[in-house]
């Protein structure tokens, strides 16, 4: 059984929530977690990036010159990827960078990398979190209070917009709400912050 700590809002340590790891797939699958975040980004990529090829440029045909006897270099068609204005050598047309991931590679890699926080010990329970009005000021003190000086992924049960609201300025926090949980929040993040609801959630279901 692992051990992850639960502090209140004012980053004082109030208790400890156990975790079993093989809810978690006992081991971190380093693979696994690799190819959910260069599938995320492959999805990202729009793919829409296009240049003019030699046979798209609209000049004519005609051979520059004759081959010999000019002093010139030997030259072909004024589209020719050499000279200026003319078309790409090798150019670029739209295409699709998506990948494909199955549904249980997904959840797979995103309970590797949950585990992994937890073994690394960057993922920290908070009891307690509400609020009331939404203020950047409030949130702010909240990791000051955690010491949490770095990247981090705060994890809420359900949708709040005052919680949304009161972290959006703040530049190194990712607010999501537990069922839109993935491998490249958790991976990319250095620190995990979740509620007490949501780590009960995540180890009481069979599928994250």
Same mark, same amino acid.
């Given at each position: 059984?692992l051990e992850? #700590? ?7 340590k109030?208790d ?9 797939g ?7 977690? %690799?190819?959910?975040?260069v ?10 990036a ?11 045909t005609k051979?520059?010159f ?25 150019? %670029? ?6 990948? %494909?991931l #199955?549904q249980?590679?997904r ?10 926080k ?6 920290s329970?908070?009891?307690g ?10 949130m ?16 809420v049960r ?16 990712t ?17 995990m912050l979740?509620?007490?609801?949501v ?7 069979e599928?994250?």
């Open positions: 059984m992850v #700590p639960v502090y209140n809002t004012d980053g004082k109030i400890t929530f156990s975790v079993d790891e093989k809810v978690f006992a081991q971190v699958n380093v693979d696994l977690v %690799k190819q959910a975040v599938t995320y980004h492959a999805n990202r990529r729009q793919g829409t296009k240049t003019k090829g030699r046979g798209e440029i609209a000049y004519s051979k520059l004759r081959q010999k006897g000019t002093g010139n270099a030997r030259r072909g068609a004024r589209s020719t990827n050499v000279l200026r204005g003319g078309g790409n050598a090798f150019a %670029k047309t739209p295409r699709d960078f998506r990948k %494909k #199955p249980k590679m959840q797979a890699a995103l309970k590797s990398a949950i585990l992994a937890i073994l690394g010990h960057d993922l329970v908070v009891d979190l509400k609020v009331e009005n939404p203020q950047t000021k409030q702010a003190g909240l990791l000051k209070n955690l010491d949490i000086r770095r990247s981090c992924l705060l994890a359900d949708r709040d917009a005052n919680v949304y609201l009161s972290g959006r300025n703040l530049p190194d926090l607010v999501r709400v537990a069922g839109e949980l993935n491998a490249y929040d958790v991976a990319t993040r250095q620190k979740v509620t007490r609801e780590m009960t959630a995540l180890c009481g279901q599928d994250a």
